[in-house]
């Protein structure tokens, strides 16, 4: 690997693969994007010709290529343990996607594999660890000053989803996940406990799909989290959280000290300015300073940075007790294998942008 860049594969070119491609491409520094692949030939190949790059048509040769030094997966989550595991036999770095896998059985093999190498290669991309205002609610909250962090409260809207095969536990599965990491992240502390209520759904959702959702996190050291999940807002993509401590509280996502107040009129949500569309909008800072961190990583051989192979395995874990709540409407406790002494914390600290 060149000391001073690093070539790098993207698995997977849609919506998420081909942002992921465009920030190599453009905005990363110390990165060379290589090499692209996805099953759509058509779509990689159009990809590859604007960004002026190779285009394979397997993962796994893209994986094992000796022009390509670390992996970015936005494939589907189907296939995330085959992937993550050629990376770790090929002692590649990989930014994985949410989520690992798509059960907590295949992510602990992940975890193991990961383990029995001897050094962190896999990242996850919880790309909420490198938002500012996530990154420095942590900060703050580690200083004690506020005492004990007792409640989060957690609001993720979307505008709207396909309603072509969607079904309820996606939003668990696929939403929701994102919740689970954030608050282990701002508690520093695992999720023990998990319980999943929907109201009446709203119109705007595919017959028999429960969305809203509210949920319910028990942390091991007495903490409750509420989560509510909207993925038929038809506002726009909203994110945001208030954290609640012994002495004080933090609010992140507002982007305004005024009243707050959504509405769907006019085809669009606004608030006196525009709620973004979709999360890469609002997460853009975010996923930039995640690659960059992850790259950077990478040059100094200070190993991966951010979520951790640990942290998709138990957000994996927390995702499946989730769903099993959702069909049952009762609190299912989350059981964890010991964490390796490789995962130092269960969060790992991201410095403050």
Known sequence: MSPTEVR??????GIMGTDHAERLASRIAGA???AVADPDRVRATALADRLGTEVLADPLALVASPDVDAVVLASPGFAHEEQVLACLAARKPVLCEKPLTMDDESS?????????????????????????EYAEARALLGTGERGRLLLLHNVHRNRSVPNADFRSEMIVRDSLVHEVDSSRFLFDDEVVEV???????????AEGVLDPQVALFRMAGGGLVTNEVFVNSQVGYEVRFEAVAERGSLTAGLHTTALLGTSAAAGGG???GVVPADYRRR????????????VDGIRAGTGAVGASAWDGY??????TAGMASLATGTPVAVELAERPSLYRATADPVAVP
Not at 8 to 13: A, L, N, P, Q
Not at 283 to 294: G, H, K, P
Not at 314 to 319: D, G, L, Y
Request: no cysteine.
């Open 32 to 34: 060379r994007l290589v």
């Open 270 to 272: 606004a608030w006196g």
């Open 195 to 205: 319980t999943v209520l929907a109201p009446a759904p709203t119109r705007h959702a």
């Open 8 to 13: 790098v594969g993207v698995v997977g070119v």
């Open 283 to 294: 997460f853009a800072r975010a996923y930039d300073l995640e690659v960059q961190a992850w």
């Open 314 to 319: 138990a957000a994996t874990a927390v995702s």
């Open 108 to 132: 602990l093999r992940v975890v193991r594999a990961e383990v029995e190498h001897g050094a962190r290669l896999v990242t996850v991309g919880f790309m909420r660890r490198f938002d500012p």
